[in-house]
Nanobody, 117 residues
Framework: QVQLVESGGGWVQPGGSLRLSCQAS????????QSWVRQREGKELEWVAS????????DYEDSVKGRFTISRDNEEKTLSLQMHNLKVEDTARYFC??????????RGQGTQVTVSS
């Protein structure tokens, strides 16, 4: 199982931007689709975006389409989520997980994103 470590979260005002990163521990990272998921306080895990193993296909949850971009670098074993025009409702802890449109239980600590004025 590939270990994934998230980073890049923080506080930002509405309309701001953040870039999240996820560092994988093993070369097997390149073999699998990867996803970003998030968990708002008191809510269930929510799928955000996915990318295929080769990076040639992506998909997004409707509320983030046009604002978030998922990408990956298989040589560096990294997964990224560029977030623009952030909204208060994007406030959550974000995790990277293996799989396409996956809601697998996150193995990492995640990274907190807080959007507020």
């Amino acid at each position: 199982q590939v270990q994934l470590v998230e980073s890049g979260g923080g506080w930002v005002q509405p309309g701001g931007s953040l870039r999240l990163s996820c560092q994988a521990s093993a070369n097997a990272f390149r073999l699998y689709a990867q996803s970003w998921v998030r968990q708002r306080e008191g809510k269930e895990l929510e799928w955000v975006a996915s990318i295929m193993s080769g990076g040639d296909r992506t998909d997004y949850e409707d509320s983030v389409k046009g604002r978030f971009t998922i990408s990956r670098d298989n040589e560096e074993k990294t997964l990224s989520l560029q977030m623009h025009n952030l909204k208060v409702e994007d406030t959550a802890r974000y995790f990277c997980v293996q799989g396409w449109m996956s809601l697998a239980t996150p193995r990492g600590q995640g990274t907190q994103v807080t959007v507020s004025s």
